[in-house]
């Protein structure tokens, strides 16, 4: 098994985030999408965890499924909702008895599950100090470039993640548009002295009804790239608002590999067509030049 902090002390790192699923469907939607992302060689693949006793075993037996039949480095995701301390206890020690030693320590957002637990930790920062006295593991938690929705002020949100960090290994962002905001993120760390990885959370925006969901979740869509979305529409169809977010997507990207970004984190939805797509527009897998670029 490696440890994501390993591999971010040797170079970059590029790595894929999916959800677990929860039918047929969406299994057989992710085992194609493996299986056609897994040739890009990512770094490491990350597992997304709702709160909740279903979820705990989705999430856990996904990322013991990848680590036993297939060369990915996977890492689950833990929120502090929906679980006592116990109960994130007993998960993190059956995560390293399967041999899992990567791990992103989230808040999470409130449970609705009626049969949830009471929350017993209230911030990531505990979960990381929890998994830090299991021990063994590489730690990552998020970061909220333009700051955390629920957060007083920036620079109060910037010192808790400064403080969360200090404990962590590695952070990974909250999708955003514009290479400054991350960039800005970076530099009030740094002012704070705080230099550990930061690695930026990329999803493309391939659809205009995805727009407003994206501005409620604290990532709003900047008005310059709405308007060349939708001309993209204008001109193209649905199938030009996809290839526009790829572009605007790369471009991201480039800006952010060309200012020192220590990798990228690319947030798949379980889709593998726009990853690739980046990834070759970025040149990072030139032996996928004979992959079809509509599948998935
Ligand atoms: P925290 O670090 O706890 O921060 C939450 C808020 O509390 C912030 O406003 C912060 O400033 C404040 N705060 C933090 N520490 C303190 C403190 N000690 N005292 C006072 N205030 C404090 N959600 C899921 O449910 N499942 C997932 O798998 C998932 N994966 C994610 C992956 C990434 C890369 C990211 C960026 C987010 C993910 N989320 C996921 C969403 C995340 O759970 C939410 O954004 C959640 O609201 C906050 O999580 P956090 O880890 O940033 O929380």
Redesign the pocket.
Known sequence: MTRISDLLSAGRTYSFEFFPPKSDREQLVLSQSLLELQPLGPSFVSV????GAESRLRTQNLVTGMLHTSTLVPMA?L??VAHSRLELAEILVSLRRAGIENV?A????PSSDPDSSPRELE???ELVELARAIGGFSIG????PSG?P??ADLA??RD??A??LALADFA???FFFEAEEYFGLVSDLAERSMHKPVLP?IMPVTGLSSIPRMARMGAAVPQWMVARLESAAKAGGDDGVVRCGVELATELCQALLEGGAPGL?FYTLNRSSATRDIYRALGLAPQLSGMRADSA
């Open positions: 997304t965890y709702r709160g995701h929120v502090c992103l989230l808040g999470g957002d911030h990531a920062i938690v998020a970061a909220h955390h629920a957060s109060s949100d808790r993640l403080e969360k990974i962002t909250q959370g984190h």
